[in-house]
Structure formats: structure tokens, C-alpha cells
């Protein structure tokens, strides 16, 4: 079992810095990926950034083309901390958006939602002027 807990986020202008954590606990040794998914109102979880975390893939990334070069995601496997840097920041990055662990054995960096075994409760980011 792997428990996930995310801070941050909150309100920001379009064109701020928003960053998003995800502090994870329990069975981390044997998470392969980890990544940040959103939600926005009427619409279908999406992943934002994946990263891997052990394994052949460890430090590789991948990033939704919405959010190339604007989001960094990073991880420090020894506190076991997920974050999300969100820069030039737009209405439409409205969202809950969620931490997501993967514990299955991957050699990728899945990018669908039901890949992932773990969830976190969300936190919401809002873009508006």
C-alpha cells in the first residue's frame, strides 16, 4: 500500500508559478512510476507528467504536449516527494489535480489512468484573473 497526500496548489493569474507536492508514504520501494493527473469540472481525468521512479526508467519524464515546457515534474526518492512545477500558467490548467502511484512492474512510463494503484485525495488549482 502506497498512501499519497498533495499540497499546494490554490488560486493563480494566468502567466503566475503555481507548485503542487505529493508526499508519499508506505510500500515506496516498490513504486516504479509516479505521476500527476487533472480533473476538470465535466471532463476526463487526464495525465499532466509522468516520472519514473526505480528501475530502468528512473528519472525519465513525460509530459502532456498541453503543459511541455511550461510543468516540471521532479521526485526526491529519499523523502519520497512528488512535485509538480507549474510556470506561465493558463485558464484552462483549472483542475483538481491528483498524485498517482504505480507499484505494478513497468519498464515505461504509463500514462492512462486505471495503469495507476494509488491515488491521493486532489488538490485543486484554479487559473482566473
Known amino acids: ?3 499519497l497526500v498533495e499540497s499546494g496548489g490554490g488560486l493563480a493569474q494566468p502567466g503566475t508559478t503555481l507548485r ?3 508526499a508519499a ?3 515506496t520501494t516498490s513504486t516504479f512510476t509516479m ?3 487533472r480533473q476538470a469540472p465535466g471532463k476526463e481525468r487526464e495525465v499532466v507528467a509522468v516520472i519514473g521512479w526505480r528501475g530502468v526508467q528512473a528519472g525519465t519524464t513525460f509530459y502532456a504536449d ?3 515546457d511550461r510543468f516540471t515534474i521532479s521526485r526526491d526518492t529519499v523523502a519520497d516527494i512528488l512535485t509538480l512545477q507549474m510556470n506561465s500558467l493558463k485558464p484552462d490548467d483549472t483542475g483538481v489535480y491528483f498524485c ?3 507499484n505494478l ?3 515505461g512510463l504509463p500514462i492512462r489512468a486505471p495503469e495507476y494503484e494509488y491515488w491521493g485525495q486532489g488538490t485543486q488549482v484554479t ?3
Do not use: D, E, H
Request: aromatic fraction near 12%.
Open 100 to 102: 498517482a502511484a504505480r
Open 25 to 27: 508514504s508506505g510500500a
Open 35 to 37: 505521476a500527476w493527473f
Open 66 to 68: 498541453s503543459v511541455k
Open 127 to 129: 487559473v482566473s484573473s
Open 1 to 3: 500500500q502506497v498512501k
Open 105 to 107: 512492474y513497468t519498464t
Open 20 to 22: 503542487v507536492s505529493c
